[in-house]
């Protein structure tokens, strides 16, 4: 009866500290944030050391069912520990930005957002020129106007091609 409340009680810290940590299960960081003793995983993200602990839950109860003493209370200590550290590094989450590995990511979403923004006065100087070469009269004006719309066009087409590689990094980033 005491096992089973207690077990129930690892079972509801644990369902709590996954909607703590739900905003941030995805963040990869640069390093690992616990010690090798305390989490198995390699990963570096929070869902990964949280899958962990539930597994070891599921390991506790299942000691707990056949009655092996030693293996309950050597996974009762590290599930307590794990959920421990998990909780306190919910808490800090938002003073490690230095750590994240995100920060890759707002560096090409803000390149993305420049290069959209040279895209869009590319083509606006583009469609510019295209409309006074329509209504300019003289042969030499148009040559010099025909010449500015190619070069706006070639400009707009490599700013086009950036977009796609900064697109295809950010996808790659964002699996």
Not at 101 to 118: D, F, N, T
Request: glycine share 2%.
């Amino acid at each position: 009866m005491k096992r089973d409340a207690l077990l129930q009680k690892l079972e509801q810290q644990l369902a709590i500290l996954r909607q703590q940590i739900a905003p941030m299960a995805q963040h990869a960081t640069v390093s690992a944030r616990f010690d090798r003793h305390l989490f198995q995983t390699r990963s570096t993200q929070m869902f990964a050391y949280l899958n962990e602990s539930a597994a070891n839950l599921a390991a506790l109860r299942h000691a707990v069912e056949y009655d092996r003493l030693e293996q309950v209370r050597w996974l009762a200590e590290r599930l307590t520990a794990q959920i421990a550290a998990l909780t306190r590094e919910s808490a800090v989450w938002s003073l490690r930005q230095w750590d994240h590995a995100s920060p890759g990511i707002a560096r090409w979403q803000r390149r993305r957002l420049q290069h959209q923004e040279y895209e869009r006065r590319l083509l606006a100087m583009k469609q510019e020129r295209e409309l006074r070469l329509q209504s300019v009269s003289t042969l030499d004006e148009q040559q010099k106007l025909h010449k500015e719309v190619e070069a706006f066009a070639g400009r707009l087409e490599r700013c086009r091609h950036a977009l796609a590689k900064i697109e295809s990094v950010l996808a790659r980033l964002t699996r």
